[in-house]
């Protein structure tokens, strides 16, 4: 179960305070992490470079610290994942391609790529995995792209060479709709900072809960144990 942080934080957020500030994210990560989670992906378009490494390289000692074999991946910033001590860079559809993105990084990080309904091998050569969407309708944007279903995510992970994590709408309400579906995993933006997100909201002790029923409820539906996608 890959945890996506929330994407909407930025340096006025954390001047307000509030349960959906920059400054309470890593206390927020080591809530998921103390309820099973092994694997964040930081995807935070709106920090400039100086803060977002300054929140990845916190992230990373604390993942050290709480989850040893933790994986933390970094959205897009090829460029600051040896500096953040990553283990992963995961390239959007706007992104760098996977060979650009080797040459910068080399040979030793893991590198994913957004994939949806009608890619084909040209989108995910030279990659490690596949982040596939929106499976089920997302909770944490609106997108233009109608939701694959489970027999969607099927269809791709037939068709794709790679280990597939599936993304949108995922809860653990909804986990057990992908079990037989050839997933290697899935990823969750909105069922884990759903109402942390919201200044002045109740949010911590309650996240927790929310990310160990994910982790639960991905190890049963895909028979796997909670991981990252290494």
């Known amino acids: 179960m890959l945890l996506v942080s929330p994407g909407n934080l930025s340096r006025e957020d954390a001047s307000r305070g509030g ?36 929140l990845a390289r916190e992230l990373r000692g604390l993942m ?15 460029h600051l994942a040896a500096a953040a001590g990553a283990d992963g860079l995961h390239l959007a559809g706007s992104s760098l391609g996977v060979a650009e993105a080797r040459a910068v990084v080399g040979a030793s990080l893991v590198i994913g790529v957004s994939t949806h309904d009608g890619d084909g091998p040209a989108r995910w050569e030279g990659a490690d995995y596949a982040m596939h969407a929106p499976v089920f309708p997302p909770n944490s944007k609106h997108g233009e792209a109608a939701p694959l279903g489970a027999q969607g995510l099927a269809r791709f992970c037939g068709a794709c060479s790679l280990p597939v994590w599936a ?39 309650r996240l927790g809960p929310r990310v160990g029923a994910l982790v639960e409820a991905a190890a049963a539906a895909l028979g796997l144990p909670p991981g990252d996608p290494r």
């Not at 050290?64 to 090829?78: F, K």
């Open 64 to 78: 050290d610290r709480e989850v040893p074999e933790g994986w933390l991946g970094l959205h897009d910033r090829a």
């Open 19 to 54: 349960a959906g500030a920059l400054e309470s994210l890593p206390q927020r990560a080591r809530e998921a992490f103390s309820a099973g989670a092994q694997g964040l992906l930081l995807r935070e378009p709106q920090l400039e470079d100086g803060a977002f490494l300054a």
């Open 167 to 205: 993304l949108g709408g995922i809860t653990a309400e909804r986990l057990p709709e992908l079990s037989g579906s050839g997933a290697a995993g899935a990823a969750a933006i909105g069922a884990v900072w759903s109402g942390d997100l919201d200044p002045g909201d109740e949010g911590p002790g």
